[in-house]
């Protein structure tokens, strides 16, 4: 009996404390200009893999599914005069980190409309 007093009684055994994920907690919104690090896995002749890290960076057109399992982001960047837009699943072992750069004033949810137009946003540095 003298065991048993001696354990903490909030002390769970055989469990272990779920690791918090980094790109969930993070709060990401549309108009947010984030650089995205994303796990490269890339074959050379020979057949040997090698993996590196390429960084994305652009402004967050629309964040979808909220803090589901499938949420994802749409980056579009425009890269000498060529637009690129990827959609990064933010639960993905690929996307290794997300940091937050800037943050424009915008009054919609989805900024398709960025595509057509040249419209420049006012955005203030995040510290």
């Known amino acids: 009996m003298a065991e048993e007093k001696s354990k903490t009684p909030n002390k769970v ?17 549309p108009g947010m200009t984030v650089r995205v690090h994303e796990k490269i896995v890339e074959k050379n002749a020979k057949g040997e893999e090698k993996e590196r890290t390429q960084i994305f960076e652009g402004i967050v057109l629309a964040h979808k599914h909220g803090k589901e399992a499938g949420a994802t982001i749409t980056v579009r960047k425009v890269s000498g ?18 940091e937050p750069i800037k943050q424009a004033k915008v009054k919609q949810a989805k900024l398709g409309y960025l595509r057509n137009s040249k419209k420049k946003l006012k955005e203030t540095k995040i510290a």
């Open 81 to 98: 005069g060529i637009a690129v837009e990827k959609i990064f699943p933010l639960n993905s072992p690929i996307v290794e980190k997300i």
């Open 13 to 29: 055994e055989g469990k272990q404390e779920k690791k918090t994920n980094d790109k969930a907690s993070l709060e990401i919104k």
